[in-house]
């Protein structure tokens, strides 16, 4: 017999609507409460991944709410990711292992068969916590695939759990969001939201009073909490690619640069974020139609999805062109995983793992060759740094193999063995290690190296964790917890 289940689902009015920030913060303030604390999102959709400790994969945000738990990642945590590899159709991920490609249309119809994996895992994680906070996708009130939902009400009426709406004031309409999605749920759906939070609320809050009233009256929901924006969240790791739409450009001059072309199938650009968290380091995410800066410092080529589709996409925006230029001046360029196979002479798809497009030439800046091929590797990884022996870890994540002479010039040595390349010169890096610059330590002598007599930057770890105890304390003092506990008690 299973245990009684003490949980709480979140589900957005829209997409980005903070649910994930909000959860991973909630996580943290229910641990520092002395409570075991597990996140679930029964389907994410996200190019941003993280690897299990069993080699599976999950979506990112999950990884960070994890974070915020004290708890090593499972599978269980996000039992269906779908990872987008072009506009119409992505790769399927059911509790950590790829099981095949399908369209939009042909996911809509497998949902329904993937509800048991999701139940199996949300029970799973039940077993050994006190709290499980569930996080929805998108927005509530897509009526429209209701029928085979697994990601919102589909899954918290199967699961028999209470729902709390979150609106964002930030984008407008905030009224009308959580008027209107309750208007569109179905009868039982509707009582089964317990009420709502407002996120992302600047100014003075005392003029949303009569909002209060409004929403009340209307949908008959009361408010659990009206949350401040909070500007450290910038400094978090994003769920998605659609986070990249809100970053605004920096204006400040900083002693290095690093411009990073956006492909089109960018993915696990999360490796961006302890270059963008140091205070004399710029990051510019250029997007299509623009010139790389030829004032950079560094050129970092990013994760890919669809390394071959991105590979041409860099040719179609002319940033091969830009490259070749930067490195013509004497510039840095790094590579990293579908980045780092795109440094090389050519890469080939021969069984069509990623689409129609079976061979490219590469950037031609590393002697090597790239066959995507299976299995797809998926692991943990600690070692060290070849050229300064400083120590790196994180995760790989990807199909297909490199060779070649560049390789001889191996750039880390991971798990005892040797791993990316290095030019000659040691201006043309590249490796599939995500989670590189994560290392203090490493990334303190990289940038170094492009900037001598640098001063050591932050801790970038600590500092993730400082935001999340501050997120903690932020929804300790605007929301009733207590009321939300309360909630998840009861199911």
Not at 137 to 165: C, H, Q, T, W, Y
Not at 262 to 289: S, Y
């Amino acid at each position: 017999m299973q245990k009684p289940v003490k949980a709480l689902m979140f589900q957005g009015t829209g997409s980005d609507v903070g649910k994930s920030l909000l959860v991973a913060g909630l996580c943290r303030a229910f641990v520092k409460r002395g409570m075991k604390v597990a996140p679930f999102k029964p389907q994410n959709m996200s190019n941003n991944a993280a690897v299990t400790p069993d080699g599976g994969e999950i979506g990112r945000a999950q990884a960070l709410q994890a974070r915020a738990c004290g708890l090593n990642l499972s599978v269980h945590m996000n039992p269906v990711l779908l990872k987008p590899q072009s506009d119409v159709g992505s790769q399927v991920v059911v509790q950590g292992n790829v099981i095949g490609n399908a369209t939009a249309r042909d996911y809509t119809a497998l949902k329904p068969s993937l509800m048991p994996k999701v139940l199996e895992s949300f029970h799973k994680l039940a077993q050994d916590c006190d709290l499980i906070l569930v996080e929805g996708a998108g927005s509530a009130a897509e009526v429209n695939l209701r029928k085979s939902d697994i990601a919102n009400m589909g899954f918290a009426e199967a699961a028999d759990i209470p729902v709390i709406l979150i609106g964002d004031i930030d984008r407008g309409g905030v009224i009308a969001s959580i008027v209107g999605t309750q208007t569109l749920l179905q009868g039982s759906e509707r009582a089964r939201i317990k009420g709502y939070l407002i996120n992302k609320f600047r100014g003075d809050v005392s003029l949303f009073t009569s909002a209060l009233d409004i929403i009340k009256d209307k949908a008959d929901l009361d408010s659990f909490g009206i949350v401040p924006f909070f500007g450290k969240a910038r400094l978090l790791p994003d769920e998605d690619a659609m986070s990249l739409d809100n970053r605004k450009k920096e204006t400040d001059q900083k002693s290095i640069k690093i411009a990073v072309p956006r492909f089109a199938r960018i993915a696990n650009f999360d490796d961006l974020d302890p270059l963008r968290a140091e205070p004399d380091v710029q990051v510019e995410i250029v997007e299509a139609g623009n010139a790389l800066p030829g004032d950079s410092d560094i050129i970092l080529l990013p994760g890919s999805k669809a390394t071959l589709a991105d590979l041409a996409f860099v040719r179609e925006q002319g940033w091969d062109i830009d490259i070749k230029a930067h490195v013509r001046r004497g510039g840095h360029v790094v590579g990293l995983c579908g980045g780092y196979q795109m440094l090389g002479n050519t890469v080939r798809d021969p069984d069509g793992i990623e689409g129609h497009i079976k061979e490219l030439p590469g950037l031609g800046l590393l002697d090597m060759e790239t066959t995507l091929c299976g299995p797809k590797t998926l692991r943990e990884v600690t070692g060290h740094c070849k050229t300064n022996g400083l120590a790196v870890h994180g995760y790989e994540m990807h199909m297909g193999v490199s060779n070649g002479p560049a390789r001889q010039n191996s750039w880390l040595d991971l798990n005892g063995q040797d791993e990316g390349a290095i030019s000659d010169n040691a201006l043309i890096m590249g490796s599939y290690l995500h989670g590189l610059f994560n290392a203090d330590e490493f990334r303190h002598a990289f940038l170094g190296d492009i900037r001598k007599g640098r001063q050591a930057g932050l801790r970038y770890d600590q500092q993730i964790d400082d935001i999340l105890d501050e997120l903690a304390a932020h929804l300790e003092t605007y929301c009733d917890l207590d009321g939300l506990l309360a909630l998840a008690q009861k199911t």
